[in-house]
């Protein structure tokens, strides 16, 4: 595990848009992991304005999303589809048909649920998957549990991740209760994953999943069997 500690935000954005950057030029036609949550955004600005200024080209890039709530259309602008389009992809030149992200909508949601795993699997499996944390340890969605979940999965979020996420929301009603989340597999499946963290909040939580017991109940935990974690944090 590597763990780069950076001075502020900025740092951290630019540290992690290195990482993803270099992904892209070593391999154009990459399959990267995206993720959702407020954390990523810088980093997805300096992609944005990386490729604004022609250092990197998206146009063979392939993306998964981690997870999706339930019951939000794409273009509902809580829902993960429209935030990747607004933060990302309406700014670089990815084929949108390239783009993925689970539905939330689907009338047969387990049929969505294997279908987005045999989508990883048909692409060959992640290359780089990028990962925020929950402050209760989630990943994606994976909620704590009493065992880890390896496909994806429908999901009934805790109250920490409705009371946490309330803030994109009118109230706390508003927060759809379920979501659809790529399960551990696939992300322990992939070659790298790069985990961003930043605040003084997400210091606990953070030790404790990279140095605890390894444990369903703090899900992030898992991360430290990979044999390919970089993390990049900041207080
Ligand atoms: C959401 C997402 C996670 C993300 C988490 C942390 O719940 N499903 O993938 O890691 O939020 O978000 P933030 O970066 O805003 O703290």
Known sequence: MRIIHTENYEQLSRQAANIISAQIISKPNCVLGLATGSTPIG???????????????????????LD????????????????MNTNLFNH??????????PSGIAD?????????????????????QLLGIGHNGHIGFNEPDDKFTKETHIVK?????????????????????????MGIKAIMNAKKVLLVASGKDKQEILK??????????VPASILQL??????????
């Open 43 to 65: 980093t997805y600005k300096e992609l944005i304005s990386r490729f604004e200024n022609k250092d990197i080209d998206f146009s063979e890039v392939t993306t998964v999303n």
């Open 68 to 83: 999706e709530y339930c019951g939000l259309t794409p273009d509902n602008d809580q829902s993960y589809r429209y935030f």
């Open 92 to 101: 670089v030149n990815v084929d949108m048909a390239k783009t993925n992200v």
């Open 108 to 128: 047969d949601p387990q049929a969505e649920c294997e279908r987005y795993d045999n989508l990883i699997e048909s692409l060959g499996g992640i290359d780089l």
């Open 157 to 181: 979020l805790g109250d920490s991740t409705i009371e946490a996420n309330s803030r994109f929301f009118d109230s706390y009603d508003d927060v759809p209760k379920s979501a659809i989340t």
């Open 208 to 217: 404790k999943s990279l140095f605890g017991p390894i444990t369903p109940n």
């Open 226 to 235: 990979h044999p390919d974690l970089t993390v990049v944090e900041c207080e």
